[in-house]
């Protein structure tokens, strides 16, 4: 009995007797600092064009090559009978002569790398991407190609082919 009143009379001196006080912890008002006025406002984004961070970037680049793919087929070229000059390069063919009878349009004869003439008129189509004549004077002949850009959009593209001079001595 003597060591459980021992116990016990120790136990009553080691417990505090007074229950602490929390309101000596809390900080005063007036040494708060005002953390309203210093908050940053974030930056604004951009949700639709942002990148996704799951998506890996070799699927980015497939899907945008079936995306150019699929513009390639809906090139309105594709969709009818080829003409003869459309299987030259435009580089090889060279402006010859251009003529006008009274009361009709201008014609224009080309010539490709081997020597052989052809007569062009408004409206044909040359060149292996297709390039529609749109216009011809006395010095050019004007088409406009139809291109798909490297963001796999389709896009007009003009085109001159002018009348070289020669110069014989």
Avoid: C, H
């Avoid at 009995?1 to 008002?29: H, N, W």
């Amino acid at each position: 009995m003597k060591y459980i009143t021992f116990f016990l009379l120790s136990f009553a001196v080691l417990m505090p007797t007074t229950q602490p006080s929390f309101a000596a912890v809390e900080p005063e008002a007036e040494n708060v600092p005002d953390a309203m006025s210093r908050l940053m406002k974030a930056p604004d984004i951009d949700v639709k064009n942002i990148r996704d961070p799951f998506l890996s970037s070799f699927a980015k680049n497939r899907m945008d090559e079936a995306t150019r793919y699929k513009n390639r087929k809906r090139l309105p070229s594709n969709k009818r009978k080829r003409e003869v000059l459309e299987q030259f390069d435009l580089s090889t063919l060279n402006l010859v002569a251009t003529f006008k009878k009274s009361g009709r349009d201008w014609v224009a004869s080309v010539q490709d790398s081997t020597g052989k003439s052809y007569t062009i008129r408004r409206g044909n189509y040359m060149g292996k991407r297709g390039g529609k004549i749109e216009k011809i004077d006395g010095q050019t002949v004007y088409l406009v190609e139809q291109v798909i850009n490297p963001a796999g959009e389709i896009v007009d593209r003009q085109t001159t082919l002018t009348l070289a001079e020669v110069n014989e001595q």
